[in-house]
């Protein structure tokens, strides 16, 4: 079972701001797939909601620095 969400992200300025984001969610146990949009400051991520959820991913956002603005 898994899900996947859109959620907006803050913060970032170059392709390297999204690589770091990709590196950081995809690296969360239960994290698929992890694909950020810099133009459209959004993340399409893939996760097993028995194993993490919007709050770890939170977390992991912020951790490095970006905002997480929610899912949609
Ligand atoms: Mo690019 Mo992002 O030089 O924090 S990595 S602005």
Redesign the pocket.
């Known amino acids: 079972n898994e899900t996947t969400v859109n959620v907006k992200i803050g913060g970032?300025?170059?392709?390297?701001?999204a690589k770091?984001i990709e590196t950081a969610v995809g690296g969360l146990p239960g994290v698929k797939s992890v694909s950020v949009n810099l133009a459209t400051e959004t993340a399409r991520i893939t996760y097993v909601p028995d194993i993490t959820g919007l709050d770890e991913i939170r977390k992991a956002v912020e951790e490095i620095?970006y905002r997480y603005l929610g899912v949609g």
């Not at 970032?12 to 701001?17: K, L, R, V």
């Open positions: 970032m300025t170059c392709a390297s701001c770091a620095g």
